[in-house]
C-alpha cells in the first residue's frame, strides 16, 4: 500500500519561535501534496496544496507567509508554522495522491500535533 | 458554494446493528464523493468512494451510493462490529470535508 509519514508526531513550542512538520510519501512519488488543518471534533480544513518544483496554492485566509510550504522533491513537502502563536495549536494533516495514478484516492499521515505555549 | 453536511455524533449502536450514517452535499457539477474513515490513533484512510451518480462504493462491509436526486451519499453497513468504532468523514473532493461523525460499537 501507499505510506506517508510525517515527522514530528508531536511538537511543543514557544510563543514565536517556527516549526517544521515534514511529510513524505515512503513507496510513491507524489507531484502535490494537501496540508490539511483539524480542530477538536470538526472537519479538516485544507490549508495549501503543494506543488513539486513550484509554488504552493493556498486556501482563502490562510496566510503564505506564517505557513511556508516547501515541496522540495517528489517526496517530501514541509510546512513551516513561523512564528506560531497558541492560536496556531491544531493537529495537521497532510496527504498525497499517487503522482500519475488514481489521482481522486489520497493517503493520509498520521498528522503532527501543534501546540504552542 | 459547495459544502457537505454529515450527521453529528456520536451515534453509539450495539454489536450486529444496521448502521446509517447520512451525508448530503451541495455543488456544482458532477464531484466524486468519498467516505474517509479514522481509526483511533491512526491516519485516515479512504473507506469508499463515488465518481458519478448511481455509483456505489463499497469496502469492509461499507456501502454508499451517490444519489444526484437527492444529494445524498449515506454511508450504510449491515452488521457493525466493535472493530468499526471510529470517525467517519464524508468528503467532496479534497477540499470539503463533513465535520466526521463518532461511531461507537458496543459489545
Known amino acids: 500500500g501507499a505510506v506517508v509519514s510525517q515527522h514530528p508526531s508531536w511538537v511543543i513550542c514557544k510563543s514565536g519561535t517556527s516549526v517544521k512538520i515534514e511529510c513524505r510519501s515512503l513507496d510513491f512519488q507524489a507531484t502535490t501534496m494537501f496540508w490539511y488543518r483539524q480542530f477538536p471534533k470538526q472537519s479538516l480544513m485544507l490549508m495549501a496544496t503543494s506543488n513539486e518544483g513550484s509554488k504552493a496554492t493556498y486556501e482563502q485566509g490562510v496566510e503564505k ?3 511556508l510550504i516547501n515541496h522540495a522533491s ?8 513561523t512564528s506560531a502563536h497558541p492560536e496556531d495549536s491544531s493537529f495537521y494533516i497532510c496527504s498525497a495522491p499517487r503522482a500519475g495514478r488514481d489521482t481522486d484516492t489520497q493517503y493520509f499521515g498520521p498528522g503532527t500535533r501543534l501546540t504552542v505555549l | 458554494g459547495n459544502s457537505v453536511t454529515q450527521m453529528e ?4 449502536l450495539s454489536e450486529e ?3 446509517t450514517i447520512n451525508c448530503t452535499y451541495t455543488a456544482t457539477g458532477y464531484p466524486s464523493l468519498f467516505w474517509y474513515v479514522q481509526y483511533p490513533g491512526e491516519g485516515l484512510q479512504l473507506l469508499l468512494k463515488a465518481t458519478k451518480a448511481d455509483d456505489k462504493g463499497s469496502n469492509k462491509g461499507f456501502e454508499a451510493t451517490y444519489r444526484k436526486e437527492t444529494t445524498s451519499f449515506h454511508l450504510e453497513k449491515g452488521s457493525v462490529q466493535v472493530s468499526d ?6 468528503a467532496l473532493s479534497q477540499e470539503i470535508w463533513g465535520a466526521g461523525t463518532k461511531l461507537i460499537i458496543k459489545p
Open chain 2, 17 to 19: 446493528a444496521f448502521l
Open chain 1, 65 to 67: 507567509d506564517k505557513f
Open chain 1, 74 to 81: 517528489l517526496t517530501l513537502s514541509t510546512l513551516t508554522v
Open chain 2, 85 to 90: 468504532s471510529a470517525v467517519y468523514f464524508c
Open chain 2, 9 to 12: 455524533g456520536p451515534v453509539t
